[in-house]
């Protein structure tokens, strides 16, 4: 296991380097207001009597890229305009999550939600990004009524061939046997994410890199998300088993035959208001990846936002975390959308 995980501190040393140079996360202040086995929950000092919302995190990497910076932060954006902030902090593959999959890892976002719930005496609204979001999204097929409403960031839900040459690429890279030893260590999720998709995760980061040169702002928030991109974790084998063969291979929960607990779930199952919001520029989640699935949710409340790419944002994919026309346009809407809901 030792061998797994070194290059995981290798790679998080190397954040701590950079960490020197004051490029380390700058967060906001919390309280644990629950701790479970694998997982504990933040709630946000500041936050008012407003809506309720608990972000999901993605398990990928710590959830500090939420509240990176003041400048870029996502926590620090919905606290200011009022909403009461909670996040679900995975604890990296230890305890009853180390061999957790699809199906625990919705099960313990209902323990969360149902805590929110308690502290707050109202119903919250799950946020999430990339993977967080598609966890949220299956947890709210399952339990229609738990939640206000569901935003959606950044977060594939259809796998079909040929929407997302990432999700394909992937999908066929990964061996088939090889999550079943245990924790995976981040830093080969890396490794296979740069291999399916080195537009996003190589050249197009290299590209950023020079183009934020020309300004100091943008500069300094790529290598801010640099340094956060070496913060690796290891995840669950079989949650990373589940993902690549339920969903990018099989397609399970777009075509309505994802089985959690004893429910089979779909889109047709999702009932809640949901926003989805794509960059358009994003290879990792392209706009097809999502659409599709919100065409299928038939009689619920649904809103898309798409808006395109922008520069200082390392990838494309964190563009609705931290980008600054993310931040000035995006997030106005989300959280109105969020109120009129509430």
């Known amino acids: 296991m030792l061998a797994l995980a070194s290059p995981d501190l290798l790679r998080r040393a190397q954040g701590a380097v950079l960490d020197l140079a004051g490029l380390g996360p700058s967060e906001c202040d919390y309280k644990i207001a629950a701790s479970r086995a694998g997982w504990r929950l933040r709630a946000y000092s500041g936050s008012s009597d407003g809506p309720a919302i608990l972000v999901v995190a993605a398990p ?3 959830p500090y890229i939420w509240d990176l910076a003041p400048s870029s932060s996502a926590i620090r954006a919905c606290m200011s305009q ?3 902030v909670y996040l679900i902090e995975w604890i990296p593959c230890k305890d009853a999550m180390r061999s957790g999959g699809l199906i625990q890892y919705a099960e313990e ?5 149902a805590c929110v719930a308690t502290d707050t005496g109202k119903q919250p609204f799950l946020i999430g990004h990339s993977l967080g979001g598609t966890l949220a999204a299956i947890y709210a097929a399952v339990e229609t009524k738990s939640t206000q409403g569901l935003v959606l960031l950044s977060s594939p839900l259809c796998f079909r061939p040929g929407i997302s040459r990432f999700s394909d690429t992937l999908g066929a890279l990964a061996p088939i046997g090889f999550t079943r030893s245990g924790p995976i260590p981040g830093s080969l999720i890396s490794q296979f994410s740069a291999l399916a998709s080195p537009e996003e995760f190589v ?10 040169t020309a300004d ?5 928030l790529h290598m801010r998300i640099e340094r956060w991109m070496l913060d690796e974790v290891p995840l669950s084998g079989e949650l990373v088993r589940q993902v690549l063969q339920w969903l990018y291979r099989e397609d399970r929960f777009c075509r309505g035959l994802l ?3 004893d429910k089979v779930v779909g889109p047709s199952c999702l009932q809640c208001s949901t926003l989805a919001v794509v960059n358009t520029a994003d290879r990792v989640a392209p706009p097809e990846s999502v659409t599709d699935f919100l065409q299928s949710m038939h009689q619920a409340d649904t809103k898309l936002i798409l808006f395109p790419g922008e ?10 975390l931290v980008g600054q026309v993310a931040h000035a346009r995006i997030w106005p809407a989300i959280i109105s959308w969020i109120k009129q809901r509430s």
């Open 60 to 62: 990928i990497k710590r």
């Open 216 to 220: 100091a702002y943008t500069a300094e």
């Open 259 to 261: 089985a959690i607990s």
């Open 203 to 212: 050249w197009g980061r290299s590209v950023d890199a020079a183009l934020s």
């Open 109 to 113: 976002i209902g323990k969360g939600v």
């Open 82 to 84: 009022g909403l009461r």
């Open 311 to 320: 520069i200082g944002v390392c990838l494309q994919h964190l563009a609705v």
